[in-house]
C-alpha cells in the first residue's frame, strides 16, 4: 500500500518536472508570432510551383512527399499486423443483437451519401480542407456503419488485401514514373513538364498529380480502416484455433 | 543517374505492397519473393558503396525534384552507404533463415513487415530531414511492435505491451523536440539546422536536444527507456531478433549521433553529451551484471547485446573524431557477431527445443557448426585479439584516453571483464558437459554461419582497410562543416 | 503561458501520469493516446501567427496573411502515426487478454512469473 503511494508520488514529481522544463523552454518561443523561413517561401511560390490553392495539401503531397509515402506505409504497416496479431484459422462475426430498425434503414439509405461525401472530400483535396486521409477515414466510417447495423456483414478480405496493395504499388509508380520522366524520385511530372491544367488554378483540373496520388490515398486509408474494424470485430470459432 | 538511388527506399516499398497482390496468384511464391527483393536491394546498395567511396561525394536525393530546405533530401554519405549495405545483406541472411524459423501464421504478413522494417532502418540512416527521420523511425518502430507479438504467445503480447508504451512515449517527446526546434528555427532540413543552430536561445536548445535524445533512446536502447529490450529480444521470432539487434538499434544510434553533432554549435552541447554518457555507462554496467544471472541463453546475449550498445553511445558522446570513429567500428563489427549468434541460437532453439542453458549442454558434439559459430562469437566480444571487436574495444579505449575520461576505460575493460566471466561459462557448458546425439544441420545456415566467422576473423587478421572505411563513416558525422557544403541548399531568406 | 502551450503541456503531462500510474492496460492506451494529442496540440500552436487565416490561398487570402502551413501538414502525418500505434496496441491488448483473462498489468506480470 505505502508502496503505491510512494510510487504514485514519484510519477507527479517527475512530471512535474518535465512540465517545468518544457514551460520554460516555451516562453522562448513567442505564442503567435511569424516566425516562418521555409513556410513562407511556401506560401509564396505554391500556386506556381505545384498548381495548388491549398497550401498544407501541397506541402503533405508535393514539397514533402516522401513523408506522405512513409505515413502511407505506416498506416500499411499497421493493417497487416492488425491482421497478422488476430489471425486464427477460422473467424467469424459473433454479435447476437440486430440493429435497430432505425440504425439498419439509416445505415442502408446514409451509406452512398457517405461514400459520396468521402469521395469528395479527397478528389478537392488541393482546393479545400481535407484530403487522403480524411476522405479514406469517411469512407472507412461508411463500412463501420453497415458492420454496427448488421450482424452477418462483413467484407471480403480477398478483395480488400488487393486493393490495398495495388493502390500503394501505384503511388510507388507514381513516384517512380516522376523519377524517369523528371529525373527525380516524386516528381510532379503532370505539372511540371507536360504543364497540364496551367491555366485552371483553382478549380478542379489543375494541381499535377495531387489528385491521383489523393484518390489512391483515399481508397487505400478507407480499405485499411475497414480491414481493421473487420478484423477486430470477428473473433475464433468454438474450437478453432 | 544518382537520383536512381531512391530505389533503396522504393524497391522494398514495391515489394512490400506487391505482396497482398502476390498472395493471390500463389501462396508459396511469397518467401522466394522476399529473397530476391532484398538479393536486389544488395545489388542496389552494394553499386551506392562503390559509387560513394569512388568518387568520394555522398549521394544527394532529392524527393519531388525540390532544392532542400524546400524539398526532403536523402545524404547517402560515407556512414549511410555502409550501413545501408549492411542493413541489406543482414536481411538477405536472416530471410533464408526465415524459412527454417518462422512457422507461425500468417506467414505473408510476416513478409511484409520484415521487407518494411528493413526499409524503415534504412530509411532512417538515409535522410536528411528531422521529421522525415520521424517518420522512418516510426515505420521501424511499428513494423517492431508487430514482429515482437508475432508469435501471438502471452510473453511476447506482454513484450509488444512494454515496447509499444515506451515507443509511444518516445515518439511524442520526440515530436516536441521538433516542435521546438522548428518553433525556433523554422526549418525541418538537418543541413539547414546545422547552418542555423547558434541563432537557438540556450534554453530551447538544451531542452530541444535533451527531448531529440530521450524520444531516439527507446530506440537505441538505452538506460534507462530499454527495459522493453530483454523481453522483446527473447520472444521475436529468432531472425527479428537478430535484426533488431543488428541494425535497427544501429540505425537509431545513428539518428542519435546525427541530431547530436547537427546542433553542436548550440550553448550547453557539452552538458547534454555528459549525460548521455553517464546514461550509456548505466547501461552498460546494468546490462553486464543483468546477463551475468540469466539462464536463458537467448536473455543472456540480448543483456549482453544492450550492453555493447551502451559503450557505442558513451563512444558517440565524447564529442571527439577518434570517439565517433572507434563508435563506428564497434557498430559493424557487433552487428556481424551478433547477427551471427543470434543465427545460431536459433538455430539451435529450432532444433533442440529451447534456449534454457541446460539444452546447451553437450552442443558441441550435437550441433557442431551451431556450437563453433557461438563460441567464435563469444570469444570475439569479449575483445579476444585475432577478432574483430578487439580493434573496435582498442579504438574506444584510446578515444577515451584521447578525451581524458579515464574511467572510461576501466568501465570497457571491466566490462570485457564480466563478459569473458559468463561467456567462458557458457563455452564450458557447450563443450565440456553433458552428451548427446549428432544432428543433421542444414547446410545452408552451416554456410552462412561459416561465412559470417570467416569475415569476423578476417577483420580480426587485417583491420587497416575496415578501419579506413570506418574513419571516413565517422567523419561524415562528426565533420559537421563539410555536412552542410555537400546539401546543396537553397535560398529562402524572405 | 497563453492558453494554446499551457493546455497542451497539461496533456502530455495527465497522459504521461495515466502511463505511469494507471493499472490498466486499456487506461495506459488511453493515457498514450491523450498524450499524443497533446503533442499535436503543440506542434499547432507553435505555427500560429496572431491574426492570421488559413493557409488556402483563395477569396483575398494572401502570403501575408495565411498561417505558417508546415505544422499543419506535419500534424496531420502524426495524427495517423498516433492511430497507428493504437490499432497495433489494441490488437496485442486483444492477445494479451485472451492468453490472461486480465487487463490489470500487476495480474499480467504476475501471471508470467
Known amino acids: ?232 470485430i470477428k473473433e475464433p470459432e468454438e474450437g478453432g484455433q | 543517374m544518382s537520383q536512381y538511388a531512391s530505389l533503396l527506399i522504393a524497391l522494398p516499398l514495391f515489394g512490400a505492397f506487391f505482396i497482398p497482390i502476390l498472395k493471390r496468384i500463389s501462396k508459396s511464391a511469397v518467401m522466394p519473393f522476399l529473397v530476391l527483393v532484398t538479393l536486389i536491394q544488395t545489388g542496389i546498395a552494394a553499386w551506392v558503396f562503390s559509387e560513394v567511396y569512388i568518387t568520394g561525394k555522398p549521394i544527394i536525393i532529392m524527393a519531388g525534384g525540390f532544392r532542400p530546405p524546400v524539398g526532403i533530401n536523402l545524404y547517402i554519405g560515407h556512414f549511410a552507404t555502409l550501413f545501408v549495405l ?206 551475468l544471472r540469466q539462464s536463458n541463453v537467448k536473455r543472456m546475449f540480448a543483456y549482453s547485446s544492450i550492453a555493447q550498445v551502451g559503450l557505442i553511445a558513451v563512444g558517440l558522446a565524447l564529442g571527439t573524431k577518434s570517439g565517433v570513429s572507434a563508435s563506428v567500428f564497434h557498430m559493424f563489427n557487433h552487428a556481424i557477431v551478433k547477427l551471427l549468434m543470434f543465427l545460431a541460437v536459433g538455430y539451435v532453439a529450432l532444433e533442440l527445443g529451447g534456449t534454457e542453458i541446460n539444452k546447451f549442454e553437450g552442443l558441441g558434439k550435437r550441433m557442431p557448426v551451431s556450437a563453433f559459430a557461438i563460441t567464435v562469437g563469444a570469444i570475439s566480444i569479449i575483445g579476444i585479439p585475432l577478432f574483430n571487436v578487439f580493434w573496435s574495444k582498442m579504438q574506444l579505449i584510446l578515444a577515451a584516453l584521447n578525451a581524458q575520461y579515464t574511467w572510461i576505460v576501466a568501465l570497457i575493460l571491466g566490462a570485457s571483464l564480466v563478459e569473458a566471466t559468463y561467456y567462458i561459462r557458457l563455452i564450458h557448458t557447450i563443450w565440456f558437459k553433458g552428451e548427446g546425439e549428432k544432428v543433421k544441420e542444414s547446410s545452408m545456415l552451416a554456410l552462412v554461419m561459416l561465412l559470417l566467422v570467416a569475415l569476423i576473423i578476417v577483420i580480426g587478421i587485417y583491420p587497416e582497410p575496415f578501419w579506413n572505411v570506418m574513419q571516413k563513416a565517422g567523419s561524415d558525422i562528426f565533420n559537421v562543416a563539410q555536412y552542410i557544403k555537400n546539401v546543396p541548399l537553397m535560398e529562402v531568406n524572405p | 503561458m497563453n492558453p494554446y502551450y499551457f493546455a497542451s503541456i497539461a496533456l502530455i503531462l495527465i497522459g504521461l501520469y495515466a502511463i505511469l500510474a494507471k493499472r490498466s492496460v486499456l487506461k495506459m492506451l488511453v493515457g498514450l493516446s491523450i498524450m499524443e494529442t497533446g503533442v499535436n496540440l503543440l506542434l499547432i500552436s507553435v505555427g500560429y501567427v496572431s491574426g492570421r487565416s488559413a493557409p488556402i490561398l483563395s477569396e483575398g487570402i494572401t502570403p501575408d496573411r495565411a498561417v505558417d502551413p508546415i505544422p499543419q501538414a506535419l500534424v496531420l502525418t502524426a495524427i495517423v502515426i498516433g492511430v497507428a500505434t493504437t490499432a497495433m496496441a489494441l490488437s496485442v491488448v486483444i492477445n494479451l487478454y485472451d492468453r490472461y483473462k486480465t487487463l490489470n498489468v500487476e495480474e499480467i506480470r504476475r501471471l508470467r512469473g
Open chain 2, 86 to 291: 549492411v542493413i541489406a545483406v543482414t536481411s538477405l541472411l536472416m530471410t533464408i533463415f526465415s524459412f527454417k524459423a518462422v512457422s507461425v501464421e500468417p506467414k505473408d504478413n510476416y513478409a511484409m513487415l520484415f521487407l518494411l522494417l528493413m526499409l524503415g532502418a534504412t530509411g532512417m540512416i538515409s535522410t536528411g530531414d528531422i521529421f522525415n527521420l520521424f517518420v522512418f523511425m516510426e515505420i521501424t518502430a511499428i513494423s517492431a511492435y508487430a514482429l515482437t507479438a508475432y508469435n501471438k504467445t502471452g510473453e511476447a503480447s506482454e513484450a509488444a505491451l512494454k515496447y509499444i508504451v515506451l515507443g509511444g512515449i518516445g515518439s511524442s517527446f520526440f515530436l516536441v523536440g521538433v516542435a521546438l526546434i522548428y518553433g525556433s528555427l523554422g526549418t525541418l532540413n538537418m543541413a539547414h539546422i546545422a547552418q542555423l543552430a547558434h541563432l537557438i536561445s540556450p534554453t530551447v536548445a538544451k531542452a530541444g536536444l535533451a527531448l531529440l535524445i530521450f524520444g531516439l533512446a527507446v530506440e537505441a536502447e538505452q538506460f534507462p527507456l530499454n527495459a522493453w529490450a530483454p523481453d522483446a529480444y527473447q520472444e521475436a521470432p529468432h531472425p527479428v531478433t537478430a535484426m533488431f539487434s543488428s541494425f535497427v538499434v544501429k540505425a537509431s544510434l545513428y539518428a542519435m549521433s546525427r541530431v547530436i553533432y547537427i546542433l553542436s554549435a548550440v550553448e550547453g552541447w557539452s552538458s547534454i553529451l555528459r549525460l548521455l554518457i553517464i546514461l550509456g555507462t548505466l547501461t552498460v554496467i546494468l546490462g553486464e551484471m543483468s546477463a
Open chain 1, 1 to 232: 500500500m505505502v508502496g503505491e503511494v510512494v510510487k504514485r508520488v514519484l510519477a507527479i514529481v517527475f512530471i512535474l518536472i518535465i512540465g517545468f522544463w518544457m514551460a520554460k523552454a516555451l516562453d522562448q518561443v513567442p505564442f503567435g508570432q511569424d516566425r516562418m523561413l521555409v513556410g513562407k517561401y511556401y506560401l509564396e511560390h505554391v500556386e506556381e510551383e505545384t498548381g495548388a490553392v491549398n497550401a498544407v495539401t501541397a506541402v503533405v503531397v508535393n514539397y514533402r512527399g516522401f513523408d506522405t509515402l512513409g505515413e502511407v506505409t505506416v498506416l500499411f504497416i499497421t493493417s497487416t499486423g492488425v491482421a497478422a496479431l488476430l489471425w486464427r484459422k477460422k473467424r467469424k462475426r459473433t454479435a447476437k443483437t440486430e440493429g435497430s430498425v432505425v440504425l439498419t434503414t439509416g445505415a442502408r439509405l446514409l451509406l452512398p451519401f457517405i461514400m459520396l461525401f468521402g469521395a469528395y472530400i479527397f478528389i478537392h483535396g488541393h482546393l479545400t480542407p481535407g484530403g487522403g486521409f480524411p476522405g479514406g477515414a469517411t469512407i472507412a466510417t461508411a463500412f463501420l456503419f453497415l458492420y454496427l447495423a448488421f450482424t452477418v456483414y462483413e467484407i471480403d478480405h480477398k478483395i480488400l488485401e488487393p486493393l490495398e496493395g495495388l493502390t500503394g504499388v501505384g503511388y510507388v509508380i507514381v513516384g517512380l514514373t516522376g523519377l524517369a520522366i523528371g529525373g527525380y524520385f516524386l516528381f510532379d511530372w503532370i505539372w511540371q513538364t507536360w504543364g497540364i491544367g496551367k491555366e485552371n488554378i483553382g478549380r478542379l483540373l489543375s494541381a499535377g498529380f495531387i489528385p491521383i496520388i489523393y484518390t489512391l490515398i483515399g481508397i487505400k486509408v478507407g480499405t485499411e480502416l475497414t480491414g481493421i474494424v473487420d478484423n477486430m
